[in-house]
T-cell receptor, first 112, second 115 residues
Framework: GDSVTQMEGPVTLSEEAFLTINCTYT??????LFWYVQYPGEGLQLLLKATKADDKGSNKGFEATYRKETTSFHLEKGSVQVSDSAVYFC???????????FGTGTKLQVIP | DAGVIQSPRHEVTEMGQEVTLRCKPI?????LFWYRQTMMRGLELLIYFNNNVPIDDSGMPEDRFSAKMPNASFSTLKIQPSEPRDSAVYFC?????????????FGPGTRLTVT
């Protein structure tokens, strides 16, 4: 079945540091890939997505590239801010009905 | 636009009591999902509906859990009887009808505490 593996957290960075959160997946067919973000006390919200190989999703300075050859979708940001502190979930959809398989989430803490 | 609405936002109940969580999806969306989030198990999909029909309930943990979607604008998740291990944040999410992959829109969640 489908699965998503993402790096264990928490990740603690200083403000303006470079961020990478690794994500790899296993899926049948050609899944679409997502990063969702959850701020404290809130539900998840879509951060970015990519629907086919070599696509790059980007939003709010974050970006991730769909790498079919390595089955990866790593999240990056060049300069993090304190307001980026949240839990980040990698996810995929390989079938109908919009069902999404989520990773376990990676908590990011950015300190001033 | 109103997002996904969940009620109550917080629920504290005693073991053995019945608990009903409510969700109003975004108007026009035809897929609805119920999730449970805990520190130990992370985010778990419990059940999802398409056009008000349950498609997959394999994530429902026990017979104590049941979910209904009587119409396109309302769904409930019921736990009867509740147990302390049911304590978690329960999220409802919805998606619009589309032949392309689309995102899920999450509600703010219901924090359930069973004592």
């Amino acid at each position: 079945g489908d699965s998503v593996t993402q790096m264990e957290g928490p990740v603690t960075l200083s403000e303006e540091a470079f961020l990478t959160i690794n994500c790899t997946y296993t899926a049948t067919g050609y899944p679409s890939l997502f990063w969702y973000v959850q701020y404290p006390g809130e539900g998840l919200q879509l951060l970015l997505k990519a629907t086919k190989a070599d696509d790059k999703g980007s939003n709010k300075g974050f970006e991730a590239t769909y790498r079919k050859e390595t089955t990866s979708f790593h999240l990056e940001k060049g300069s993090v801010q304190v307001s980026d502190s949240a839990v980040y979930f990698c996810a995929l959809n390989s079938g109908g009905y919009q069902k999404v398989t989520f990773g376990t989430g990676t908590k990011l803490q950015v300190i001033p | 636009d109103a997002g996904v609405i969940q009620s109550p936002r917080h629920e504290v109940t005693e073991m053995g009591q019945e608990v009903t969580l409510r969700c109003k999806p975004i108007s026009g969306h035809n897929s609805l999902f119920w999730y449970r989030q805990t520190m130990m198990r992370g985010l778990e999909l419990l059940i999802y509906f398409n056009n008000n029909v349950p498609i997959d309930d394999s994530g429902m943990p026990e017979d104590r859990f049941s979910a209904k979607m009587p119409n396109a604008s309302f769904s409930t998740l019921k736990i009867q009887p509740s147990e302390p291990r049911d304590s978690a944040v329960y999220f409802c999410a919805s998606s619009p009808p589309t032949d392309r992959v689309n995102e899920q829109y999450f509600g703010p969640g219901t924090r359930l505490t069973v004592t």
